[in-house]
């Protein structure tokens, strides 16, 4: 879920930081405007790396002789069962999936007015909350 543990955290930890509204509101720091102006490019950038990576592992060199689609869908049961480093993987994959519809949805006011409602349902898809959110 492209890196979303090092990246969108902090994202969202700096996004969530609400004013009081008897105070002026404080000085963004370079990171914090860095962050929230990349946003997009982040969203674009992982939703077409999540694309790409779905084409290519069903798709990816057919002319090479590396089996259709049941092959391919075995040798990566395989892979997980026998690598440990594939295996947390996938565990890191359930538990954001888990985790992301309550992180996104505790940032919703932070999203464009008009895309709201459209996120706030798409937070409970799996990469397709986060791009929504990140665009």
Do not use: H
Request: net charge neutral; proline share 5%.
């Amino acid at each position: 879920m492209f890196l979303t543990n090092t990246f969108l955290i902090p994202y969202m930890a700096i996004r969530l930081n609400d004013v009081d509204k008897n105070q002026p509101p404080p000085q963004t720091s370079k990171l914090s405007s860095l962050m929230v102006r990349g946003a997009s490019g982040v969203g674009i950038t992982g939703g077409l790396v999540c694309i790409l990576s779905i084409v290519w592992a069903f798709f990816g060199r057919a002319d090479a002789d590396f089996g259709g689609v049941l092959d391919r869908w075995q040798y990566a049961q395989d892979y997980v069962l026998t690598e440990r480093l594939a295996y947390a993987f996938l565990w890191d994959i359930l538990l954001y999936s888990i985790f992301q519809p309550w992180l996104i949805g505790d940032n919703l006011q932070n999203v464009k007015p008009k895309a709201r409602e459209f996120v706030n349902v798409a937070r409970f898809i799996p990469v397709v909350g986060i791009v929504a959110y990140l665009l």
